[in-house]
């Protein structure tokens, strides 16, 4: 059918510049080795930080579900779609986020567009990091708020920002806990102290802390003992957790107020019942399991000192996450297609999810891995790294 050629012209010069990609697809249970065009291989691309995926609670808990409530839950939350095991999830999430409240959302994608979209007017001013998600981006774009972005985690920055924004009614410094292409964590004391300096809220988005940093796992308010002084937290059902979902941890007046103004909460059919079996089961695995956590850390270590060791570029991460930095967007891509040939599943990231010569190969060691997986891997991030003259 003829009307998309322009749309054509746009991918055909992907092609030329060798950013194209065609999805991988994985014909396996997700864990530390995946089954990809019928050979196995050694998964460092997935946000499985804990395993629980496939953990056999899990698991159970979301077949009990289907086999006593089905598949689906046949409406919004706020008119048939609502059971008692929404709101035991939701309760069970502000307990173990120290909130009043807590709200669950499709995703942490709508989670993040729903709350920035629905709570500031144009009154109203969002003062967001650089290098935020594309949900936080996106939920900024629905507002009608002012907007100012201040330089990646710099805080004289935010600062200034502050002070050139003293006549909003009000504002609200937004950031990720752990930047999810860089692995690098927030400086949330000092984003804190400012908040509190010049009166503003403060909303952090711990999809890559939730289930990671923290006392088992509660992300990074706690990991930097900030309890009752982040205005909001935002978390992910979809990473840590292994399932799929997000949701705001706030005072009960936020959570009401979403619950009458969320867009993506009001307009989208709520979670079937296997999700949100299993994620309540999630949520107790993180507080009867902290050795998970211990384990995913100890292979944290382990491999990005590994990777160092060899000489790979890798930025400033603190965290699970660890980017190895290649330059050119074509490299990234050949790098990950070698790596895959090799028997690692790691994916090459490049512009526009990075800025142009900041492509890179994402890893991310979970919990699961085995510490001769992350040997093997190492054996062959340096092969492939050789041959390609990333590593000398
Ligand atoms: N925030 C951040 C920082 C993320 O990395 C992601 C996932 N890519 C999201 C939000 C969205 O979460 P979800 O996958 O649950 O929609």
Redesign the pocket.
């Known amino acids: 059918m003829k009307g998309f050629e322009y749309l054509q012209e746009e991918l055909d010069q992907m092609k030329e510049e060798g950013t194209f990609r065609t999805l991988v697809s994985i014909e396996s249970e997700q864990g530390s080795k995946v089954v990809i065009n019928g050979k196995e291989v050694i998964q460092l691309s997935s946000n499985n930080y804990l395993g629980l995926t496939t953990h056999p609670r899990l698991k159970q808990a979301a077949l009990q579900a289907v086999n006593e409530y089905g598949a689906g839950t046949g409406s919004v939350r706020t008119i048939a779609g609502t059971f008692s095991m929404h709101d035991e999830l939701e309760k069970k999430l502000a307990k173990f986020k120290h909130t009043e409240a807590a709200l669950v959302f499709q ?3 709508t989670t ?1 567009q729903g709350v920035l979209s629905s709570i500031l007017t144009n009154q109203d001013v969002v003062i967001s990091d650089a290098l935020n ?1 594309a ?1 936080i981006i996106d939920g900024i774009r629905l507002t009608k708020a002012a907007r100012k972005v201040y330089k990646h985690v710099d805080m004289n920055d935010l600062e200034k920002a502050l002070q050139e924004t003293q006549q909003y009614r009000k504002r609200i410094i937004v950031t ?1 806990g752990v930047f ?1 292409m860089d692995g690098n964590i927030a400086p949330l004391p000092q984003i804190v102290e400012l908040a509190e300096k010049y009166d503003a809220l403060v909303m952090v ?1 711990d ?2 802390a939730s289930g990671v940093l923290g006392e088992n796992g509660r992300g990074t308010v706690n990991h930097f003992n900030l309890d009752g002084r982040v205005h909001i937290q935002v978390g ?1 059902l ?1 990473k840590a957790v292994g399932v799929l ?2 949701y705001i941890a706030s005072t009960q007046t936020l959570i009401d107020y979403l619950i009458h103004k969320g867009r993506p909460f009001l307009f989208s059919t709520s979670h079937p019942p296997a999700v949100t079996a299993a994620c309540i089961e999630a949520v107790d695995v993180l507080l009867e399991e902290p050795e998970l956590i211990e384990k995913l850390w100890d292979n944290t270590e382990f491999f990005k000192e590994g990777l160092q060791k060899l000489g790979f570029q890798t930025g400033t991460s603190e965290t699970p996450i660890t980017p190895i930095f290649v330059g050119g967007e074509s490299l990234a891509h050949q790098f990950s297609d070698k790596l895959l040939e090799y028997g690692v599943f790691a994916q090459g990231i490049a512009f526009p999810t990075v800025e142009r010569g900041k492509a890179r190969v994402r890893t991310i060691v979970t919990a699961q891995h085995s510490r001769d997986e992350l040997e093997k891997a190492l054996e062959i991030f340096e092969k492939a790294g050789k041959e390609l003259g990333i590593l000398r």
């Open positions: 995703s942490g994608f993040n998600h949900s990720d999810s988005d999809a890559h992910t979809s979902g997000g």
